[in-house]
Nanobody, 115 residues
């Protein structure tokens, strides 16, 4: 079955950086576009960055220029480098294949940005 294990979150001051990792299993990772999502309290889960199986990346306007998504198909891992973090980036971050065929979520990793 699909398993997604996110890590790398933490508490950081505004302007700081974090690198999130997500190890995936249970599907052919190299064939799937992967996304990083986030959910803040009281908000819906939103897609902030995605990367296709041929390494094309797309970003939500709110993170463009600050976040970078990457993937290592040999390690079944997708990363999210987050720079110049803002308090509004505080949320639980999740990864998942972008396709709606996959509806399994991991436990997420908490990112808290203090002002």
């Amino acid at each position: 079955q699909v398993q997604l294990v996110e890590s790398g979150g933490g508490l950081v001051q505004a302007g700081g950086s974090l690198r999130l990792s997500c190890v995936a299993s249970g599907f052919v990772f190299s064939r799937r576009a992967m996304g990083w999502y986030r959910q803040a309290p009281g908000n819906q889960r939103e897609l902030v960055a995605s990367i296709t199986n041929d390494f094309r990346d797309i970003y939500d306007d709110s993170v463009t220029g600050r976040f970078t998504i990457s993937r290592d198909n040999g390690q079944n891992t997708v990363y999210l480098q987050m720079n110049n973090l803002k308090p509004e980036d505080s949320a639980v971050y999740y990864c998942k294949p972008v396709s709606s065929l996959y509806d399994t979520w991991g436990q997420g990793t908490q990112v808290t940005v203090s002002s």
